[in-house]
Structure formats: C-alpha cells, structure tokens
C-alpha cells in the first residue's frame, strides 16, 4: 500500500523567503504519480504539479519549483520569493499505475507574512 | 465550463439519521471519489467509482456507501450519522488515465450533534 508523508506540520516564513516543503513517499509500484496540491484559506483544492516516476528531471515553473529524487524517494517543493497569496495548505499526494485514487499526505500549513 | 458541484456546502445534523451528500460533475469523467478532510490526516479516500455501476470501498469506509447509476453523480451517504463523522467532505473526479490530476468540489462541511 502506498503512503505519503508530510513531517513538517506548519511553515511560516516572511514574505520574500523562499519555503521548501518535505514529502516522502512509499509505494512498491515502479510506475508512479506524484502531485502537490494547494487548499487557501477559502476551502478549495487546486492542482499544482505533477511528476511521473520515471522522469526525475527537476522542473521550475514561474515561482515553484520541485525536486524529485527516486533514491530517497522524495518530492520536494519550493515556493520561491514568497507572497502572502501563497499562504495555504499544501498537500503531496500519490497515485500508482492503473489505479486513479489519490493517497495524500497530512498536509503542510504555510502562513507567509507581509 | 466543466465543473464539478457538491451540496449542500455545509450542513448539520442529529445523530442516528441517514444523510445523502450530492456531488456532480459535467467533465464526463470515468473516475468518481470521496475523500473526507480531517485535522493531522489529509485528506482519506472514503468510496471511489471507475465508472457507472462501478463502487469500491476506500480507507475509511465504515459507515458510508456510494451508488453509480449515472456518470455525472456519485451522492455519498452516511447511514446512521456519528459524531465522529464530523468533517469536511470532498468529492473529486478524473479522467481514466495515468499521471491525471483529480478535479475537486468546494467540498461540504458536515457537523453531527
């Protein structure tokens, strides 16, 4: 069964900082989806990235930016020069080949101050 | 433009009654879920649905079930309502295919006294 790990509970950082939040993630699949995902204080959930297990090619888009590593199986996430928009709850979540559903992490709270 | 709807938004009810959360989705997805939203647990899958007539049991679903008799609905409901069942309910959808990212409602938030 897979598991998704988010050990940081809460972040919060000064507006201009750059955040990192930690996921780990256990599967025994070799075939893998990985998502981050973020809730704003308004309830809703929104799609960020994704990334396919086998492309660990790192990405940068806009101000986000992640860091995959199959070797220590972890899917970080970097908000760059951050705003106070981005205050939120951001969750990792994981999905194995041929199977749809979504495992998530805890969720990792950032409050981002001006 | 595709959306997909939950309601009521929020609601309140007594123990012991049975309780029916709608969820709604004009994408015409295949994939169908329930999650529910607690403190220190993310978010946990309750039923999901492959398609119509299709229901599965997820991580926490005790005291729920789910019926699949359209693509559009998959309403979730609580048998006999607890109060431990308190929560913020999400229904999500996707399309049947690997590395899709899920479409979620505005969720419901669900209180038993």
């Known amino acids: 069964a897979q598991k998704v790990t988010q050990a940081q509970t809460e972040i919060s950082v000064v507006e201009k900082e750059d955040v990192t939040l930690d996921c780990v993630y256990e599967?025994?699949?070799?075939?893998?989806?990985l998502f981050w995902y973020k809730q704003p204080p308004s309830g809703e959930l929104v799609f960020l990235i994704r990334r396919n297990s086998f492309d660990e090619q790192n990405e940068i888009s806009g101000r986000y930016s992640w860091n995959f590593q199959k070797s220590t199986s972890s899917f970080n996430f970097t908000i760059t020069a951050s705003q106070v928009v981005d205050s939120a709850v951001y969750f990792c979540?994981?999905?194995?080949?041929?199977?749809?559903?979504?495992?998530f992490g805890a969720g990792t709270t950032v409050t981002v101050r001006a | 433009d595709a959306e997909i709807t939950q309601s009521p938004r929020h609601k309140i009810t007594e123990t012991g009654r049975q309780v029916t959360l709608a969820c709604h989705q004009t994408w015409n997805h295949n994939n169908m879920f329930w999650y529910r939203q607690d403190l220190g647990h993310g978010l946990r899958l309750i039923h999901y649905?492959?398609?119509?007539?299709?229901?599965n049991k997820g991580e926490v679903s005790d005291g729920y079930s789910v019926s699949r008799s359209n693509t559009e609905d998959l309403p979730l409901t609580l048998e006999s309502a607890a109060s431990s069942q308190t929560s913020v309910y999400f229904c999500?959808?996707?399309?049947?295919?690997?590395?899709?990212?899920?479409?979620f409602g505005q969720g419901t938030r669900l209180t038993v006294v």
């Open positions: 979540a994981l999905s194995e080949v041929n199977d749809y559903k979504l495992s």
């Open positions: 599967t025994r699949d070799t075939t893998y989806y």
């Open positions: 649905s492959y398609g119509v007539q299709d229901t």
């Open positions: 999500a959808s996707s399309e049947s295919r690997d590395s899709t990212e899920a479409f």
